[in-house]
């Protein structure tokens, strides 16, 4: 059974920082390009960053490029989102997602998703 389980979320000020993490299992964690998707109230899920399986390549929404880092390391079956100088805008629940697409077309949308984790909530306030 694949289990993706988020943590970190939490309530901050603007400009401040938090770092998610999410620890897989149940997969080859390594076979897999990984990914943050957000959800605001009342709007779609959107992509937020993407990171192939060799961490080689990395891909990020206009709208946290320069704040936000995806990483990961293949050997704890784990991938992290550093999130610097936070904007309320960032408020949302976050997913952490597997696909066995790729990182780019990881970019595109939720198609290609093949695992979603349960999601952590991140509140900026102002």
């Known amino acids: 059974q694949v289990q993706l389980v988020e943590s970190g979320g939490g309530l901050v000020q603007a400009g401040n920082s938090l770092r998610l993490s999410c620890a897989s299992s149940g997969l080859t964690f390594s076979d897999y390009a990984m990914g943050w998707f957000r959800q605001a109230p009342g709007k779609e899920r959107e992509f937020v960053a993407a990171?192939?399986?060799?961490?080689?390549?990395?891909y990020y929404a206009d709208s946290v490029k320069g704040r936000f880092t995806i990483s990961r390391d293949n050997t704890k079956n784990t991938v992290f989102l550093q999130m610097n100088n936070l904007k309320p805008e960032d408020t949302a629940d976050y997913y952490c997602?597997?696909?066995?697409?790729?990182?780019?077309?990881?970019?595109?949308?939720?198609?290609?998703?093949?695992?979603w984790g349960k999601g952590t909530l991140v509140t900026v306030s102002s």
């Open positions: 990171i192939s399986w060799s961490g080689i390549s990395t």
């Open positions: 997602a597997a696909s066995r697409t790729t990182a780019r077309e990881m970019t595109k949308g939720t198609d290609g998703i093949r695992y």
